[in-house]
């Protein structure tokens, strides 16, 4: 627990101190986000119905834009060694890594969210249900994404790889949480695709930290 | 035999044999200096050794008792300082230096550490201002934090920690190792020779890898 606390901490320290690193996913969701309502035109009836479905996709990219670098700087500088030799569990560190990743990606996507969703001229409850999508959604992009930082370190042109290897994983949470979106829109219960985002979260939280530990054992060796 | 004793161990990268057949003892209160070519295994033999890779065969035994047994153990009797400086350039001398001590369970006391290798005035600059020397000499200043720490470890394995000191601070290292070694420790230190073995001598034995082959 103290070993989460002592990483956590610095992971947000050397955010904080690395300055427009940490806004670079959240600038890069608000303009791909924006670009498409110039591409395919301003129907006032149109943009609602896909708004939610642009959001969650923009999302998931700008997520993975900063997940190569989870753990590539303590790869390349021999941190990753001292941190395996630690006392530290190797899955309470990839833990700790993704809800730094979380913290610096994920809460900054889920405040700027509902200012896109203005921008779709999304109705209130979708609105709502966006934020709850969100909420439950991108802890889940971050957690699942450690998988793949950790499996392609090491490995050249790793970002393209990771792309790869974690856009697919990341599908479940799309459709679900697009679902909710549409959902609120047509006036439907969110409840349920909500309680599988929820259970998607749980699973990613007691199943992708040992992934990652595994994957990152593998880089060490 | 007490100390560190390994057994028939052999390590095997990418299908390579790196070495083979290796039986090392290290008495407490001596130091091992490893000399070889380029590529004859002295890094990889201090990975091993440190648990950062499997053996392929063999064992390693420490105070006649298989390491494999309790890694945990292991891990908390170990300091590895590797080829590269594990600092993060936005942080400065001592956060970086606090973070690998309490990371460690050890009492973070980084002015000390720092002053032992004299960079004490560096405490608050971030390490991206320093230089390859003085980086070293930051990372070499965990070896002091253990050492002031009650329970720090006593098993150090060390991969070419001269590299870019200048004479001033290979004393410095040789000093702290010479403390630790005073301490009843252990260390295991690659070298390409030079002064680092020579102020060690009294206290060191040689073994080259190269000599061996596989």
Known sequence: ?221 | MQGLTTHNLACIRGERAVFASLDLAVKPGRALLLSGANGSGKSSLLRVLAGLLPAAEGRIAWEGEDIAGDPDAHRARTAYVGHADPLKPSLTASENLAFWGRLYGLEPQTEAALHQFSIAGLADVPTRYLSAGQKRRVNLARLAVGQNSKAGPMLWLLDEPATGLDPGAVSMLANTILAHLSNEGVAIVSTHGGRLDELLDGKADHFSISARGS
């Open chain 1, 1 to 221: 627990m103290i070993g989460f606390v002592l990483i956590l901490r610095r992971e947000l320290r050397l955010a904080w101190r690395g300055g427009t690193d940490a806004i670079i996913a959240v600038v890069f969701f608000v303009l791909a986000a924006v670009l498409f309502p110039f591409g395919v035109g301003t129907d006032p009836g149109m943009l609602p119905r896909i708004g939610g479905g642009i959001i969650w996709v923009v999302a998931l990219l700008a997520a993975m834009l900063s997940l190569e670098r989870m753990f590539a700087g303590d790869y390349e500088d021999g941190s990753l060694d001292l941190l395996y030799l630690s006392p530290v569990a190797l899955g309470t560190l990839a833990l700790a890594k993704a809800t730094a990743h979380w913290l610096t990606t994920g809460v900054l996507l889920l405040v700027a969210a509902p200012v896109l969703a203005l921008l779709y001229n999304l109705p209130g409850e979708a609105i709502g249900a966006l934020a709850a999508s969100m909420l439950l959604g991108t802890p889940v992009l971050s957690l699942v994404g450690g998988i793949g930082a950790a499996l392609t370190l090491g490995a050249r042109r790793g970002g393209v790889l990771l792309a790869l290897l974690i856009l697919p994983l990341y599908i479940p949470v799309l459709i679900f949480g697009a679902g909710a979106i549409d959902g609120a829109v047509a006036g439907r219960p969110i409840g349920p695709q909500l309680m599988v985002l929820g259970g998607f979260l749980l699973a990613a939280l007691a199943l992708a930290p040992w992934a990652t530990a595994a994957a990152l054992r593998q880089a060490i060796e």
